[in-house]
């Protein structure tokens, strides 16, 4: 059992835990030793607090033995993003500008996390300052992708995508200001929710973009996503911007099936834009949708093919707007890409950032518009699979486009409108790489999001697969 423990999902853990068949405490000894055995070869971890780990995991051990058990995250070890505050854990970014950054208190979600019991094992890697989708400018090392250790993770949830993939943790969270969470799960072969703008509080995360950051849960199976989602969403009089609307507790009503659900398959710019081999394992998956009960029928967004354009604008404006005291100061810490994205956000004129926000409006009321027709919207999550580390160009189609932009292709549309979407494993359509089926809803139907989610991964195998890696 021991060998095994890592390799369960959180939910199964979860089980486990509160029936007492594994202790919190050998789960995270078992979980801190593969990361000592795995963690040198993904790098997927900038923090690891092995002492804060094990104190967490004998109090929630005492507490459980005595019947204060708290509920499904109870005596379950977690890892963050670099980019949420713990208090009194340094927390960088990925940047030299806040290497020795230490907050003075938690994050809104790592604070509603530790009320729930969840042991912390440490913080995850990142583009800097979620600046990019490659990782392979950080100053604390590339992440490499389980499935190939030669390729990217995505980014700039890098660090939680790689370390589920390797079974380095059982949950995590990471921000998604263009993609930067169902990209890398799409790439490594995991589970990555974006909910609704506002649904969990940016409270104590640093941000990229105010406007377009959505903070949501990654994990390895859809039912853990929405274990960590009801637990860290809801209203945070810290965050003006969270929704005053209460999320309700999403792991209940998973199994509820999708039969009569009307979904929009995307062609024009999504499905027409992806490698051929994607869009062929993405329609086998929308085939499963068909058979759970579910209809097809195509609907069009004419001005996604303009979110990149007009999403680069917004994040770069509002990116320097944070980051200018650093900036002029020590503009020389910063990477290269880093540097290069805020050095335009310097001269983005107020009325181009105005120009941007009136597009985002149109592309809003456009999908406004779809989800008059139907509740679900289906696309692939990336155009391709993970790209090699170092890469710049990628070509597809017989289009050729930079490896950063093609990544949030697909993606980066529903930051600016804030609907929710996942990302969950349909296939292997190249070298044994993942990717992943895209899933969009309608505002605060989050959870109908996960509950199609659930019933796919359901019907199909691919979350079960492990990299190659883990047996090596």
């Excluded at 604070?111 to 729930?116: F, G």
């Excluded at 209809?295 to 944070?322: D, F, L, M, Q």
Aim: charged share 25%; with cysteine.
């Amino acid at each position: 059992m021991e060998g095994e423990i890592c390799f369960l999902t959180l939910s199964q853990l979860s089980r486990l835990v509160r029936n007492r068949d594994v202790s919190p405490l050998e789960v995270t000894k078992a979980a801190l030793a593969r990361i000592d055995e795995v963690n040198p070869r993904v790098n997927a971890y900038i923090t690891i607090l092995e002492d804060t780990a094990l104190k967490s995991a004998r109090d929630a051990e005492k507490a459980i033995a005595s019947g204060n058990y708290l509920g499904p995250l109870h005596g379950v070890p977690v890892a963050l993003k670099d980019i949420f505050w713990i208090k009194g854990v340094r927390t960088t970014a990925g940047s030299r500008i806040l290497a020795d950054f230490v907050p003075r208190q938690d994050a809104t979600v790592v604070k509603r996390l530790k009320e729930s019991g969840a042991i912390f094992l440490g913080t995850l890697n990142l583009h800097e300052f979620a600046m990019s989708h490659t990782s392979d400018d950080s100053p604390y090392g590339v992440v490499r992708n389980p499935w190939d250790m030669e390729r990217i993770t995505g980014s700039s949830s890098s660090g939680p995508a790689a370390a589920l993939a390797a079974s380095l943790c059982f949950g995590s969270f990471g921000t998604d200001t263009g993609g930067s969470i169902r990209s890398p799960a799409s790439l490594c072969g995991v589970v990555g929710f974006k909910p609704t703008y506002g649904r969990v509080s940016r409270h104590g995360v640093i941000p990229l973009s105010w406007s377009l950051d959505h903070i949501g849960p990654m994990a390895r199976s859809v039912e853990d996503l929405a274990i960590l989602f009801s637990i860290a969403a809801g209203p945070d009089r810290k965050d003006q911007r969270t929704s005053h609307i209460r999320a309700p507790d999403c792991s209940k009503g998973l199994a509820a099936g999708i039969k009569g659900l009307r979904l929009g398959l995307l062609r024009e710019h999504f499905f027409e834009r992806a490698d051929g081999k994607v869009r062929e394992t993405v329609c086998r998956a929308i085939k499963v949708l068909e058979e759970l009960g579910a209809t097809v029928e195509e609907v069009s967004i004419p001005h996604a093919r303009y979110a990149y354009a007009i999403g680069a604008a917004i994040i770069n404006a509002e990116a320097i707007s944070y980051h200018e005291p650093y900036f002029n100061a020590r503009p020389g810490d910063y990477g290269e890409e880093a540097r290069a994205r805020l050095e335009v956000g310097k001269v983005i004129l107020a009325k181009d950032y105005l120009r941007a926000q009136r597009a985002r409006t149109l592309l809003m009321r456009e999908v406004q518009d779809v989800f008059q027709k139907v509740d679900i919207l289906v696309t692939p999550t990336s155009p391709l699979t993970a790209p090699k580390i170092g890469q710049r160009m990628a070509r597809v189609n017989g289009v050729v486009y930079k490896v950063r932009k093609i990544t949030s292709l697909f993606t980066r549309p529903f930051n600016l409108t804030g609907n929710p979407a996942i990302s969950v494993p349909c296939g292997f359509p190249s070298k044994g790489l993942p990717t992943g089926l895209q899933i969009v809803g309608k505002p605060f139907e989050d959870e109908k999001v996960l509950r199609v989610a659930y019933a796919y991964e359901a019907s199909t195998p691919w979350h079960e697969r492990r990299p190659p890696m883990l047996f090596s």
